[in-house]
């Protein structure tokens, strides 16, 4: 991983002999010394408050661990309830994601420096142990300092010995850099490519062999997916049609005009919502990629356009905002479903003064309950999917996720198009996307669809996808090392 390497805080990185002669961390006060510290000779004494920051970041990872919890979610509504903002909050928020996204190869090197399967490490210990690697292997924080800081988090609730166990750990991981690290434990790259480069960017081998068999069985576009999947996603913004253009946005916030949506905007850092357009509603945080499957649905030529849209799976709202203004340009009108009440309140919130009507309802069947009936010009099926897409920007899915998953999902994703297509008018366009690159929710449930489905038949998309180096068709499938978005699959389908 082409990362910088060095010395991080002016010693060596394993730190002075007096370093490395304490490990069990039981009288760290030789060390440092100070206001604030307890008694250089009563180590459990800590009067010293833990960083907030670190702080923050564990109880994030905690969240997830012990409650399945989002990460994108929990973070932000933390860092406003501790008035945690600027440079602080930009590190506990890298901190956080990378922990997350890294947390394969951080078990793996965490297991060996501490001779015992995580599994068999108190759960509290690990969110603070995988804390405290990250930031020795993957950040130029100093090793003290992500040594230290990690003990104090321990100390403060667990007291001296579970310290001890955490200051001896981490001590030995800073012993190797990442490249010596993945040396050691990751699988020979002679005897398993695949599993190599999966465990280099900390990714689980079967959603690698899932690139792999997406990429067409290139070891060079795995290995560029995989190294673009592992970094910090950039924000990308998007200007709400009619409201404000992407010229504008890209003024007003600081930001760059995006390569290939009219409506994106690179933001090259800080919090979005401090950007005015935002807290005004004229603009949002929104992928490229889908943006462009949101517009692509919008400017396929279908002849005579009746104005009668419809979203099927609308939650949380980002697609159908965009779609709605393009709507509400073109005097046409959108019909949003969304099975899940919560999810159906978002997206009125961000499509409120639009031509959008929202339906709490299974899209499965949409007439039997919503009462719509068929012959819509333009549908969007963006199906519930495994989400492998999008694995950079929700740092914890990808260890989430199982195999097992998939098929269920394909059984929805066939369920709805399948409805999708019955709903369309004869010469409409039915857009299925899905931000999964995975073979059995894209491209082979497309084809098994149309193999059920004989009045439809399959469309070039890549003509309204406004973006390069599309393939040869007649889908479109994204890439985050090719494109810098999500891997956002699209295909366009209509019927006789």
Same mark, same amino acid.
């Given at each position: 991983?082409?990362?910088?390497?060095?010395?991080?805080?002016?010693?060596?990185?394993?730190?002075?002999?007096?370093?490395?002669?304490?490990?069990?961390?039981?009288?760290?006060?030789?060390?440092?010394?100070?206001?604030?510290?307890?008694?250089?000779?009563?180590?459990?004494?800590?009067?010293?408050?833990?960083?907030?920051?670190?702080?923050?970041?564990?109880?994030?990872?905690?969240?997830?661990?012990?409650?399945?919890?989002?990460?994108?979610?929990?973070?932000?509504?933390?860092?406003?309830?501790?008035?945690?903002?600027?440079?602080?909050?930009?590190?506990?928020?890298?901190?956080?994601?990378?922990?997350?996204?890294?947390?394969?190869?951080?078990?793996?090197?965490?297991?060996?420096?501490?001779?015992?399967?995580?599994?068999?490490?108190?759960?509290?210990?690990?969110?603070?142990?995988?804390?405290?690697?990250?930031?020795?292997?993957?950040?130029?924080?100093?090793?003290?300092?992500?040594?230290?800081?990690?003990?104090?988090?321990?100390?403060?609730?667990?007291?001296?010995?579970?310290?001890?166990?955490?200051?001896?750990?981490?001590?030995?991981?800073?012993?190797?850099?990442?490249?010596?690290?993945?040396?050691?434990?990751? %699988?020979?790259?002679?005897?398993? =490519?695949? /599993?190599? *480069? !999966?465990?280099?960017?900390?990714?689980?081998?079967?959603?690698? @062999? #899932?690139?792999?068999?997406?990429?067409?069985?290139?070891?060079?576009?795995?290995?560029?997916?995989?190294?673009?999947?592992?970094?910090?996603?950039?924000?990308?913004?998007?200007?709400?049609?009619?409201?404000?253009?992407?010229?504008?946005?890209?003024?007003?916030?600081?930001?760059?005009?995006?390569?290939?949506?009219?409506?994106?905007?690179?933001?090259?850092?800080?919090?979005?919502?401090?950007?005015?357009?935002?807290?005004?509603?004229?603009?949002?945080?929104?992928?490229?990629?889908?943006?462009?499957?949101?517009?692509?649905?919008?400017?396929?030529?279908?002849?005579?356009?009746?104005?009668?849209?419809?979203?099927?799976?609308?939650? %949380?709202?980002?697609?159908?905002? =965009?779609? /709605?203004? *393009? !709507?509400?340009?073109?005097?046409?009108?959108?019909?949003?479903? @969304? #099975?899940?009440?919560?999810?159906?309140?978002?997206?009125?919130?961000?499509?409120?003064?639009?031509?959008?009507?929202?339906?709490?309802?299974?899209?499965?069947?949409?007439?039997?309950?919503?009462?719509?009936?068929?012959?819509?010009?333009?549908?969007?099926?963006?199906?519930?999917?495994?989400?492998?897409?999008?694995?950079?920007?929700?740092?914890?899915?990808?260890?989430?996720?199982?195999?097992?998953?998939?098929?269920?999902?394909?059984?929805?994703?066939?369920?709805?198009?399948?409805?999708?297509?019955?709903?369309?008018?004869?010469?409409?366009?039915?857009?299925?996307?899905?931000?999964?690159?995975?073979?059995?929710?894209?491209?082979?449930?497309?084809?098994?669809?149309?193999?059920?489905?004989?009045? !439809?038949?399959?469309?070039?998309?890549?003509?309204?996808?406004?973006?390069?180096?599309?393939?040869?068709?007649?889908?479109?499938?994204?890439?985050?090392?090719?494109?810098?978005?999500?891997?956002?699959?699209?295909?366009?389908?209509?019927?006789?």
């Amino acid at each position: 991983m082409s990362r910088p390497r060095g010395d991080r805080d002016g010693t060596n990185r394993s730190g002075s002999n007096r370093d490395r002669s304490n490990r069990s961390g039981t009288d760290r006060s030789n060390h440092r010394s100070g206001p604030g510290r307890g008694s250089r000779n009563d180590p459990k004494v800590r009067d010293k408050a833990v960083d907030p920051v670190r702080e923050t970041a564990r109880d994030v990872l905690r969240a997830v661990r012990e409650r399945d919890a989002y990460a994108n979610l929990v973070l932000p509504k933390m860092l406003r309830e501790r008035h945690i903002s600027g440079r602080d909050a930009a590190l506990a928020t890298e901190l956080t994601y990378g922990a997350a996204r890294a947390q394969g190869i951080l078990d793996a090197v965490i297991a060996a420096a501490a001779n015992r399967p995580v599994d068999e490490i108190d759960g509290r210990l690990i969110d603070v142990l995988r804390l405290g690697a990250y930031q020795l292997l993957r950040t130029r924080v100093g090793a003290h300092a992500a040594v230290d800081t990690s003990v104090d988090l321990v100390r403060s609730e667990s007291g001296i010995g579970p310290a001890g166990f955490v200051n001896a750990v981490l001590r030995k991981v800073s012993q190797r850099d990442e490249e010596l690290w993945v040396d050691q434990l990751a %699988p020979s790259m002679a005897d398993d =490519l695949v /599993g190599h *480069l !999966a465990f280099r960017y900390a990714h689980p081998r079967w959603i690698a @062999e #899932v690139f792999y068999d997406a990429l067409g069985g290139s070891f060079g576009q795995l290995q560029a997916a995989l190294a673009a999947d592992d970094e910090r996603p950039p924000v990308h913004l998007v200007a709400r049609p009619g409201f404000i253009t992407a010229e504008e946005l890209a003024l007003t916030s600081g930001g760059e005009v995006g390569r290939y949506s009219p409506y994106c905007v690179y933001l090259p850092g800080g919090d979005p919502g401090d950007v005015e357009a935002i807290r005004q509603g004229y603009a949002g945080v929104q992928d490229e990629g889908s943006q462009l499957v949101a517009r692509a649905v919008t400017v396929a030529d279908i002849g005579t356009d009746g104005g009668r849209w419809l979203d099927m799976c609308a939650g %949380p709202g980002g697609k159908a905002a =965009l779609i /709605g203004a *393009l !709507a509400d340009i073109d005097n046409a009108h959108l019909d949003a479903i @969304e #099975v899940s009440e919560h999810r159906a309140d978002l997206i009125r919130g961000v499509v409120r003064d639009l031509p959008v009507d929202v339906h709490v309802a299974d899209a499965r069947d949409v007439t039997a309950h919503t009462g719509l009936e068929p012959g819509f010009d333009r549908i969007l099926l963006d199906a519930p999917c495994t989400g492998l897409g999008s694995l950079r920007r929700r740092p914890e899915a990808r260890w989430r996720r199982q195999p097992t998953d998939v098929p269920e999902l394909v059984a929805l994703q066939r369920e709805l198009l399948t409805e999708a297509l019955r709903l369309v008018r004869p010469g409409g366009v039915v857009l299925y996307s899905t931000c999964s690159p995975h073979p059995a929710e894209t491209t082979d449930l497309v084809s098994s669809v149309l193999e059920s489905v004989t009045a !439809a038949r399959q469309l070039d998309a890549r003509p309204i996808v406004g973006a390069t180096e599309l393939g040869e068709g007649p889908h479109v499938q994204l890439w985050p090392h090719i494109h810098g978005t999500d891997a956002m699959f699209l295909a366009a389908l209509t019927r006789s």
